[in-house]
C-alpha cells in the first residue's frame, strides 16, 4: 500500500516540486505515472525511496510512515523496493550473475541462496543463455533486463520502474513492459513512471497524470 495525503515537497531554492499531491496505490496494483518534465514525477519517486523528505502531509508506504522515519530505518525500507532506471547502472566490470547477485550480496544473503536464486530471476527476464556475458556483450534491451533482474532480487514487494524504456528500441519498450506486466502477476506493486504516451495507451493500465505538482487525471486501466 502506498498513500500519499496532500503531500507537499518545496525546495531550498524555493520551488514547489509537489503541491498537494493525493494518491493511493493497493498493494498488486499497476500503475503508470505520466506527465510532462518539471510536473513532479521525479520528486514522488524521490521520496518514495527516501531520496528526498516530505515538507508537510503524510507518505506511507505498506507499515512505514517516511515522513517520520529516521535515518536507521532507511535501509531496512529499502529493501522492500526494486528500482529500475532509464540508465540500467550496471557494473561493467560484473558479468550478469554477479550484477544481478551484488544486490543480494550487499544485505548479507548466503552464498547458497544467491547461487540458486539469480539463475531462477535470470530465466524469469530471459536472460538465462547470458548469465556470464558482461554489460558491454548485451544490447540496451537486454541490459535494461539484467537491470530488471537486479531489481527483483531481493523480491521486493513494491517495483519502481523510471523510464524504463527511454534507452531502448519501441520493439524491445513492448517486451520490456510486457515483463513488468508479467511481474505485477506475481503480486508485486508495479509504478512505472514514463513519458512514452504510446506503451500507455497500449497496455491500458491504470495511468495517474500529474501536472504542476497534483494529481490532474486518475484513469482506471482495463484489462489486457
Known amino acids: 500500500m502506498i498513500d500519499f495525503k496532500n503531500v507537499v515537497k518545496t525546495y531550498p531554492n524555493g520551488t ?6 493525493d494518491l493511493h496505490i493497493d498493494d498488486g496494483e499497476f500503475v503508470f505515472i505520466v506527465g510532462r518534465s518539471g510536473a513532479g514525477k521525479t520528486t514522488m519517486m524521490k521520496l518514495l525511496l527516501k531520496e528526498e523528505k516530505i515538507t508537510s502531509g503524510k507518505l506511507f508506504v505498506n507499515e512505514y510512515d517516511l515522513g517520520k522515519m529516521s535515518n536507521f530505518r532507511v535501509p531496512y525500507y529499502r529493501r522492500q523496493l526494486g528500482v529500475v532506471f532509464q540508465d540500467f547502472r550496471l557494473f561493467p566490470n560484473k558479468n550478469v550473475f554477479e550484477n544481478v547477485a551484488f544486490a543480494m550480496r550487499v544485505i548479507g544473503t548466503p552464498s547458497s541462496i544467491i547461487r540458486s536464486r539469480v ?78 504516451k504510446n506503451l500507455v495507451d497500449y497496455f491500458k493500465q491504470r495511468v495517474v497524470t500529474i501536472s504542476d505538482g497534483v494529481v490532474v487525471e486518475d484513469r482506471a486501466g482495463e484489462q489486457l
Do not use: C, Y
Open 16 to 21: 514547489v516540486a509537489l503541491n498537494g499531491i
Open 119 to 196: 539463475p531462477a530471476i535470470l530465466k524469469t527476464v530471459n536472460l538465462s543463455d547470458k548469465i556470464h556475458n558482461f554489460p558491454n556483450e548485451l544490447s540496451g534491451g537486454e541490459q535494461q533486463r539484467v537491470a530488471l533482474a537486479r531489481a527483483l532480487a531481493n523480491n521486493p514487494k513494491i517495483l519502481i520502474a523510471d523510464e524504463p524504456t527511454g534507452n531502448i528500441d519501441p520493439e524491445m519498450s513492448i517486451e520490456i513492459m510486457n515483463l513488468l506486466l508479467k511481474i505485477n502477476r506475481f503480486g508485486k506493486t508495479v509504478i512505472v513512471v514514463t513519458h512514452e
